[in-house]
């Protein structure tokens, strides 16, 4: 739906303005220049990483291009059942590793191991082709208005990261994560079920039964049953994916967009940050690559940009707050909008034009335009008191987006001044900083280090003493005993400081 635009733009802007846009956009531009021909490939911009002649493989970033090419290829394997001992059998494996490897434990001792499951192709397959052949054949709308589809692009990180795992290892780039066939030789489980697919194109009643299908399936393995699932990986990445037998899997390592403290998406004790991931939502807009650089930021004469749905629930009504509060400011826009072809190519457009872009919260504290943001070059204005961030163990997020409370965001004027303080020199470094960022938001196939699938695995890396802690406490406590740590004695999804 076309949305409002304040007019505002027709002003004319103050000399000092337009000196800070000129000198951020010279700047921008020669710092472009010094990563390409100076700096080492972990500092490259996105663009050059991506289009790094380090393998034969062509890379794609498009979620039906790879989707193609990975239903037309073949994926034989050679997994292996479970020992009929599989606690002896990882026992075994672990004493190797411990008196054999001087690193290990440790995160770094060598790539995360990851064993697959080979589920039934009503779970994986079926579903990707049935995603693929009914793309082009729907103009399907969610209850708000956004395109089915687009919406299951946007979470389709389990399709990302599965592709990947199951790619012969000649065509891998990733060193963080590698594959084993045999179970006892796993760090990690991964469960391949395309949770997102199945809730948008599935019948309610039928996407519910096969939600309890898959449930016994992972829960009816040995792996599954010697730990409880702790050591397990399930992508649920949207908010309403396997809602309905979530409580069986809460102690399982759970893939997610964010984690909602208001208990509307997730019941208190289900996520954690030390048990869980966040993954970045899958760009809704191209990547605004160093050619885009240059050509855009003459033009980037917005000083804040928004495109989106204007009214949300929850954290997210926010968002009318915000428009009634900017409506009229000077080089201020402001749009209601969604994700269809249209919407992206009015929102790509926008972003490329302005300094600053809104990300406010939306029915969840995320929001999948802060990444169409980062990867545009426009400074994320981030408006989400609950926010959690991807991969911020890794990541220091203030090196690119600037965090304004909710309160302050709505006093009279307060914002505009804010931002119109900001002094050139802060900008031109956060727009080299955006350049230096977008890899990390980019799914692709192949994976590429440094991009969300290699940074997934890190994190999960970084968490494996303390699952394999929790594994062996929960096999020699008794159930009985008072000190038996459950998710309930978790606090609840926050992040205030304790």
């Known amino acids: 739906m076309a949305g409002k635009q304040f007019p505002s733009l027709a002003h004319a802007r103050s000399a000092s303005s337009r000196r800070l846009l000129a000198a951020a956009g010279a700047f921008v531009l020669l710092s472009a220049a010094y990563f390409l021909l100076l700096s080492p490939s972990s500092a490259r911009p996105a663009a050059a990483i991506l289009a790094s002649p380090s393998s034969s493989t062509t890379t794609t970033t498009s979620f039906l291009a790879s989707l193609d090419s990975f ?65 082009r054949e729907t103009d399907n709308l ?22 990947d795992l199951i790619a012969p290892e000649s065509q891998r780039l990733l060193k963080s994560v590698v594959r084993v066939q045999r179970q006892e030789e796993a760090d990690i489980f991964y469960v391949p079920f395309f949770t997102t697919i199945s809730y948008f194109l599935l019948e309610k009643q039928e996407c519910k039964a096969l939600y309890r299908e898959a449930l016994k399936w992972v829960t009816d393995q040995p792996a599954w049953q010697r730990s409880e699932g702790r050591d397990h990986v399930i992508p649920v990445h949207h908010p309403w994916s396997f809602k309905s037998v979530r409580r069986f899997v809460k102690k399982a390592i759970w893939l997610l967009p964010d984690m909602d403290s208001t208990g509307n998406w997730y019941k208190p004790g289900q996520v954690y940050l030390e048990k869980d991931v ?18 855009t930021q003459s033009k980037r004469s917005i000083l804040l940009f928004f495109r989106g749905r204007l009214k949300r629930n929850a954290g997210g009504k926010i968002r009318s707050k ?47 335009r802060l990444f169409d943001a980062i990867v545009s070059g ?52 956060m727009q080299s900083n955006l350049m230096k960022f977008s890899i990390h938001f ?19 890396a970084g968490k494996l003493l303390n699952i394999k802690l929790h594994i062996r406490r929960s096999q020699r406590v008794v159930r009985e005993s008072r000190s038996m740590c459950t998710c309930e004695c978790r606090v609840g999804n926050t992040t205030k400081m304790l």
Request: with cysteine; net charge negative.
């Open 142 to 163: 969610t209850s708000n208005g956004s395109p089915v589809h687009r919406l299951i692009e946007q979470h389709s990180i389990d399709y990302w990261l599965w592709a």
């Open 71 to 135: 239903l037309a290829a073949p994926h034989p394997s050679d997994s292996e059942a479970a020992p009929g001992d599989l606690d002896a059998a990882i026992r075994a494996q672990e004493e190797d590793r411990l008196y054999g490897d001087p690193a290990w434990p440790a995160p770094a001792a060598g790539p995360l191991r990851v064993y697959v499951y080979e589920m039934p192709s009503k779970f994986t397959y079926d579903l990707l082709r049935l995603f693929r052949d009914s793309y």
């Open 378 to 429: 426009c400074i994320p204005v981030i408006i989400s008191d609950d926010l959690e961030l991807p991969f911020e163990g890794i990541l220091d997020y203030r090196e690119i987006a600037l965090f304004v409370s909710s309160g302050d965001a709505v006093q009279p004027g307060w914002l505009v001044k804010y931002l119109r303080r900001i002094d050139s020199k802060r900008i031109r470094e």
């Open 278 to 295: 966040i993954l970045p939502y899958v760009p809704n807009v191209d990547l605004c690559d160093l050619k885009c650089v240059s050509e």
């Open 442 to 460: 980019l799914y692709s196939s192949p994976a590429h280090p440094l991009g969300p699938e290699d940074l997934t695995w890190r994190m999960i």
């Open 322 to 368: 915000l428009v009634e509060e900017l409506k009229g400011a000077e080089d201020i826009v402001i749009e209601e909008g969604s994700a269809g072809a249209q919407g992206k190519a009015a929102a790509q457009d926008g972003m490329r034009k302005s300094l600053f872009c809104l990300s406010p919260a939306g029915d969840t504290p995320s929001s999948a």
